[in-house]
């Protein structure tokens, strides 16, 4: 028996007849093994190239309508996959934002004399959709002079941002970062902890857990009554029993008090409250830093809170307070300074000034057919899905009467202008 040819055996291992043909570049082998030396020795990824030229008498069959099908299924498949990474997953861009602002189609309109002409208008898609914030605290914020700074969509900070309106209380509540500084000057673990506007500092970031400046003894642990010298009360109404709790009586101020925070913490609530006043001083870290110098931060009194300290400032996303042991110096790169004015004061003044005069921004009124910048525009919202912005003449003979091709035209024309126009047409 004669031996068979080597083109009809494997390209790889030359011993086995193939039965598998490479999609990329139509190498015949015959297992799995073989395909991984394949891809290997040849650097050949394996996947349909779909540029390849294709002989028309091969499209019309089955495996050529498989071939584009499975093309643009693949484009279905990474356009969706992209989609939801970019919108769900990392949260980057809203899907409003997939779609382009504008939109250029090509339309025929009819000119003074008649004629048809084919011109290019720019239309807008969509409207441009900044992020959504509630409007109650957005209300809130200008009424504070406090000018949050936003970051784009899918920056870490901007995820981080909680802040909320609580409707109920007419407060914002805040989300904060606390950053604790070490006695020898490194950054400790960074914190997010919400609190309310009015808040006092010490008491929003000792609410943190497991932020506490006590340490139970036995001096001065607090001994109450245990669970078998608890009490019973008969209510009234349905002549039921219920457990009463117990309940601690400050020997310095004479309000009572809950007995577990007591017995948990071994302090009194008042000595509580001193011991955290004196336990760290708290720094507002400002937004904006430059590279290369230190950072400024501004100190600020432990009773103050948030409504107070960020009052005509400016913010990122959210406030970064800095604590650190009370009466440890700054470490080295921070500076203290002033805080981020959304207003200078001569600024601020002359507005002060405008406003008791009865005066008003002076705003620049467009005229009929100026378009600005449609970027601007569309940005600043100033422009409605729908609307025309710009128009372009597609036939080569509209620079002769391009007038004629607008359907508004300028009202400054004279009548013997116009007439001039179309007598040059006829003539024409």
């Given at each position: 028996m004669a031996d068979p040819l080597l083109t009809s055996l494997c390209a790889i291992c030359h011993i086995a007849p193939p039965q598998y043909r490479c999609p990329r570049c139509a190498v015949r082998t015959c297992s799995l093994p073989c395909i991984r030396k394949h891809k290997s020795w040849a650097s050949c990824s394996g996947e349909r190239d779909p540029t390849v030229y294709i002989p028309p008498k091969n499209l019309k069959t089955a495996a050529g309508i498989d071939h584009d099908y499975n093309f643009l299924k693949k484009l279905e498949r990474t356009v969706e996959r992209t989609e939801k990474e970019l919108v769900e997953e990392r949260a980057l861009v809203q899907k409003e934002e997939l779609r382009p602002l504008t939109i250029r189609e090509t339309k025929f309109k009819v000119g003074k004399d008649g004629r048809k002409r084919r011109v290019v208008v720019t239309r807008v898609l969509r409207e441009a959709k900044g992020r959504k914030t509630d409007a109650a605290l957005t209300r809130r914020l200008q009424a504070q002079g406090v000018n949050v700074q936003y970051a784009p969509m899918g920056m870490q900070r901007m995820t981080e941002n909680t802040t909320t309106f609580n409707r109920k209380s007419g407060l914002i509540y805040w989300q904060v970062e606390w950053q604790h500084v070490r006695d020898n000057g490194e950054l400790g673990e960074r914190k997010l902890w919400k609190c309310y506007?009015?808040?006092?500092?010490?008491?929003?970031?000792?609410?943190?857990?497991?932020?506490?400046?006590?340490?139970?003894?036995?001096?001065?642990?607090?001994?109450?009554?245990?669970?078998?010298?608890?009490?019973?009360?008969?209510?009234?109404?349905?002549?039921?029993?219920?457990?009463?709790?117990?309940?601690?009586?400050?020997?310095?101020?004479?309000?009572?008090?809950?007995?577990?925070?007591?017995?948990?913490?071994?302090?009194?609530?008042?000595?509580?409250?001193?011991?955290?006043?004196?336990?760290?001083?708290?720094?507002?870290?400002?937004?904006?830093?430059?590279?290369?110098?230190?950072?400024?931060?501004?100190?600020?009194?432990?009773?103050?809170?948030?409504?107070?300290?960020?009052?005509?400032?400016?913010?990122?996303?959210?406030?970064?307070?800095?604590?650190?042991?009370?009466?440890?110096?700054?470490?080295?790169?921070?500076?203290?300074?002033?805080?981020?004015?959304?207003?200078?004061?001569?600024?601020?003044?002359?507005?002060?000034?405008?406003?008791?005069?009865?005066?008003?921004?002076?705003?620049?009124?467009?005229?009929?057919?100026?378009?600005?910048?449609?970027?601007?525009?569309?940005?600043?919202?100033?422009?409605?899905?729908?609307?025309?912005?710009?128009?372009?003449?597609?036939?080569?003979?509209?620079?002769?009467?391009?007038?004629?091709?607008?359907?508004?035209?300028?009202?400054?024309?004279?009548?013997?202008?116009?007439?001039?126009?179309?007598?040059?047409?006829?003539?024409?």
């Open positions: 506007e009015d808040t006092p500092l010490y008491a929003g970031y000792h609410a943190i857990p497991g932020e506490t400046t006590t340490t139970t003894t036995k001096k001065n642990q607090v001994k109450g009554p245990g669970r078998a010298n608890r009490f019973f009360s008969q209510l009234p109404a349905d002549k039921s029993w219920n457990t009463v709790a117990d309940m601690f009586q400050d020997p310095e101020t004479g309000k009572w008090s809950p007995a577990a925070p007591i017995e948990t913490t071994g302090v009194w609530p008042t000595e509580l409250d001193r011991r955290q006043r004196a336990a760290y001083d708290y720094y507002l870290a400002n937004p904006v830093r430059q590279a290369g110098k230190a950072r400024v931060v501004t100190k600020l009194g432990v009773d103050e809170c948030l409504r107070d300290v960020l009052k005509d400032t400016n913010v990122l996303e959210f406030p970064t307070i800095f604590v650190l042991h009370q009466g440890m110096a700054l470490p080295e790169g921070y500076v203290l300074g002033p805080k981020k004015l959304t207003k200078g004061p001569k600024r601020k003044a002359a507005t002060e000034m405008s406003h008791a005069k009865g005066g008003k921004r002076q705003r620049r009124d467009r005229e009929e057919g100026e378009v600005g910048s449609d970027k601007d525009e569309l940005m600043a919202g100033g422009l409605e899905a729908g609307e025309v912005v710009g128009e372009e003449s597609f036939d080569e003979d509209e620079s002769e009467d391009g007038d004629d091709t607008s359907d508004t035209s300028s009202e400054g024309t004279s009548s013997e202008e116009e007439w001039g126009d179309e007598t040059h047409d006829t003539q024409a």
